[in-house]
């Protein structure tokens, strides 16, 4: 039986019969029946399928038919896949939310795009979804991903619940005529924005939008490449909630459904560096704040080695600098510290990537938010190619990619025989070996040839820290007068759920999609983010001023985790602080200052001047009506929790004013 392949289902069914039983598809720290389990437990392809099929029975038996909505109220584990498939497969729309909502959130989103049903992760979410039902939400049926402790109320259902109830009724033939009667032209989801500037909104995503990014996303020619030579089966280490357009797309769409990635589910954020060094993954698809701890960690951990280590740390940081500059430039390191490269490799970076469990990463990608170029520089130097893209909820999401390509100068469709083995042998060795952990640069046999394919080839791919990348296949851009983004393409959405003025305002008279951000780009096409066009300050004194890049600047300091600048419509420029406070007791140990509370540690007076010489170094690079003049340490972080950040870790500034208004005001009573 073969499938479309212009839906997401009808691919996800394509691979599925193409890998069946030999090839593993997702793996977490949860059974079969989706509970919690201290040990790893796999499905394959042809499992996942079978599940989701099974799954989509018993939704039909529910009554889930063509154009109806159904929540999917969970964090990122196996059964949302199946779940995302099983909805797919009645010709549903499937209305992801984060897991982390409130009872109000998901009554609003739930009532608002008219779903029926809810699958949730677990009992928890279940009971809260049946507290919504009681408040009034129109919740006919809650199924849940895992067993239900207890007797289950009525109208509440397990998996395998609602497996058994479509067994014997309907057909798996029934199921695939479902399956092949979703067309590209169908909604496949409604997907809620994460509200930094209001009223949270359903973004209509069709499966023609959805399958256009697939394409765009995973369309250089090393990644085209590694797909024809079919070497290898990527595994992602995911922890971005699926239910949020970057992670469903980078991990499941272009991760398992593209390159038939295995894609296994971290336990949680903060076990990360845990599930690192178990898993020692060839992908990892995350946000800026993971790039940047590892960043501050590794930094840190230096700080405290002897003078011999932090000068050779220092020594092979220059040479991966030069490196990460000549890909910037698309132009050839020289012999000799390409030579010095390969050492720093061996004696440095190769260590630090072991012991993060790093050593067999291939892909980095950074998205949801603006990277620091220091560490974009850091992650490059350990020869992990950390691409970084951009998009919005509303593009599918990604309309730029800034990945490794070859420059104008080297067109590989044009290549000769001997350029394309040289692209081969680079895919085999930057690609195939280095996902088995064998670095190019610890065998003498695999180092000349990565030698060889570099001054053949390989020095003419192009990738530019602290930008996002060229437009990706199939998009146009342009900047308006006013500086906003303007994008067209086939990953543009169809409007706002139940929103048509907001629909209309979304778009130009003659059709170009208004980004909302700030952007230019560079002479060889490739864009720079300056910031929201919603979060640009105008001072009193008339001057414009862009606060994340000034926000970047001080979160880049080794003991500053957060800041959120003030100054809209003020006369000069605040700021709130939030320390890393994990370093800032590390530091207070190694300088002899007594163990003490976050709240007791920010009152100390060697503390305090610390933290006033980093504000002082990013006055330093401003100018003088950028500067922040006062500023507000902060005992406690911004989190999602106590509001002041989206899902996704942005700020949600109108939260954070009204929540320290008063330490907003008494900076501004000077």
């Known amino acids: 039986m073969a499938y479309r392949m212009d839906t997401l289902c009808g691919i996800f069914h394509n691979q599925a019969l193409r890998y069946g039983d030999q090839v593993e598809l997702l793996r977490a720290k949860?059974?079969?029946?989706?509970?919690?389990?201290?040990?790893?437990?796999?499905?394959?392809?042809?499992?996942?399928?079978?599940?989701?099929?099974?799954?989509?029975?018993?939704?039909?038996?529910?009554?889930?038919?063509?154009?109806?909505?159904?929540?999917?109220?969970s964090e990122s584990r196996p059964r949302w896949v199946i779940a995302d498939q099983a909805i797919q497969a009645c010709g549903a729309i499937g209305v992801p939310l984060y897991p982390t909502l409130t009872l109000e959130e998901l009554g609003y989103m739930t009532d608002d795009s008219g779903s029926k049903i809810v699958i949730a992760s677990n009992q928890d979410r279940g009971e809260m979804a049946l507290k919504a039902k009681a408040q009034g939400v129109p919740i006919e049926k809650i199924i849940v991903m895992c067993s239900w402790d207890g007797a289950k109320p009525e109208g509440v259902y397990t998996f395998e619940d609602v497996i058994a109830l479509g067994k014997d009724k309907i057909s798996d033939q029934d199921v695939e005529n479902k399956i092949n009667a979703v067309v590209p032209e169908d909604v496949a989801s409604i997907i809620y924005t994460s509200g930094t500037t209001g009223k949270q909104k359903g973004a209509i995503l069709t499966q023609k939008n959805w399958v256009a990014n697939l394409h765009q996303a995973s369309n250089s020619t090393l990644?085209?490449?590694?797909?024809?030579?079919?070497?290898?089966?990527?595994?992602?280490?995911?922890?971005?909630?699926?239910?949020?357009?970057?992670?469903?797309?980078?991990?499941?769409?272009?991760?398992?459904?593209?390159?038939?990635?295995?894609?296994?589910?971290?336990?949680?954020?903060?076990?990360?560096?845990?599930?690192?060094?178990?898993?020692?993954?060839?992908?990892?698809?995350?946000?800026?704040?993971?790039?940047?701890?590892?960043?501050?960690?590794?930094?840190?951990?230096?700080?405290?080695?002897n003078k011999t280590t932090q000068s050779i740390f220092n020594w092979a940081m220059k040479l991966g600098e030069k490196y990460s500059h000549a890909m910037e430039t698309a132009t050839r390191m020289n012999q000799i510290d390409l030579l010095q490269f390969a050492l720093a490799n061996v004696l440095v970076f190769n260590k630090i990537k072991k012991t993060a469990g790093l050593d067999r990463v291939v892909l980095g990608v950074s998205g949801g938010g603006k990277l620091s170029k220091d560490v974009c520089v850091f992650i490059r130097s350990?020869?992990?190619?950390?691409?970084?893209?951009?998009?919005?909820?509303?593009?599918?999401?990604?309309?730029?990619?800034?990945?490794?390509?070859?420059?104008?100068?080297?067109?590989?469709?044009?290549?000769?025989?001997f350029q394309k083995k040289m692209i081969d042998l680079t895919v085999d060795l930057m690609v195939t070996k280095q996902a088995e952990g064998l670095s190019p640069y610890t065998n003498p046999i695999r180092s000349l040839g990565l030698s060889l394919a570099y001054n053949t080839v390989a020095h003419k791919l192009q990738i530019k820290p602290g930008t996002v990348g060229k437009p990706a296949l199939w998009t146009e851009e342009k900047i308006a007068e006013d500086g906003e983004i303007l994008v067209k393409g086939p990953q543009v959405f169809k409007g706002y759920w139940n929103m048509p003025e907001a629909t209309k305002d979304a778009f130009t008279e003659d059709g170009w999609f208004k980004t909302g951000d700030i952007g230019e780009f560079d002479k060889d096409g490739f864009l720079l983010i300056t910031d929201r066009k919603k979060e640009l300050f105008v001072t009193s004194g008339g001057k414009n001023i862009a606060p994340h890049p000034i926000e970047l600047a001080i979160t880049g300091k080794p003991y500053i985790d957060q800041a959120c600048l003030l100054g809209?419509?003020?006369?000069?420029?605040?700021?709130?602080?939030?320390?890393?406070f994990p370093e800032l007791h590390r530091y207070s140990k190694h300088n002899g200052i007594p163990a003490c509370s976050d709240k007791d540690l920010i009152e100390n007076e060697q503390i305090k001047a610390l933290i006033q010489k980093q504000v002082d170094e990013v006055n330093e690079t401003l100018p003088r009506y950028e500067q922040i003049k006062y500023y507000?340490?902060?005992?406690?972080?911004?989190?999602?929790?106590?509001?002041?950040?989206?899902?996704?870790?942005?700020?949600?500034?109108?939260?954070?004013?009204e929540k320290y208004k008063d330490e907003i005001e008494s900076m501004y009573q000077n």
């Not at 898993?279 to 701890?293: D, F, G, M, T, Y």
């Not at 003020?570 to 939030?578: F, G, H, N």
């Not at 902060?634 to 004013?657: A, C, H, N």
Request: aromatic fraction near 8%.
């Open 382 to 417: 350990l020869g992990i190619q950390l691409s970084e893209g951009y998009g919005l909820t509303e593009t599918s999401p990604v309309i730029n990619f800034n990945e490794p390509e070859f420059n104008a100068s080297f067109d590989p469709a044009k290549a000769n025989w």
């Open 632 to 657: 507000k340490v902060l005992d406690k972080s911004f989190s999602v929790e106590s509001g002041e950040l989206t899902p996704t870790l942005k700020l949600k500034r109108r939260i954070v004013f």
């Open 223 to 305: 990644m085209r490449r590694q797909r024809e030579m079919g070497k290898i089966h990527p595994t992602h280490l995911v922890h971005l909630p699926m239910c949020h357009v970057f992670g469903r797309t980078s991990d499941y769409h272009v991760g398992a459904l593209v390159q038939g990635s295995i894609l296994v589910f971290a336990e949680s954020f903060e076990k990360i560096p845990k599930n690192l060094q178990e898993i020692r993954p060839n992908a990892v698809i995350s946000i800026p704040r993971l790039w940047e701890k590892i960043y501050d960690t590794t930094k840190s951990i230096v700080s405290r080695q």
């Open 568 to 580: 809209d419509a003020r006369k000069y420029i605040c700021a709130l602080i939030v320390p890393d």
């Open 30 to 73: 949860f059974d079969k029946n989706g509970d919690p389990s201290s040990q790893w437990h796999s499905r394959t392809w042809k499992d996942t399928r079978d599940e989701a099929i099974g799954l989509a029975k018993g939704l039909m038996v529910l009554g889930l038919n063509k154009g109806d909505r159904a929540v999917i109220f």
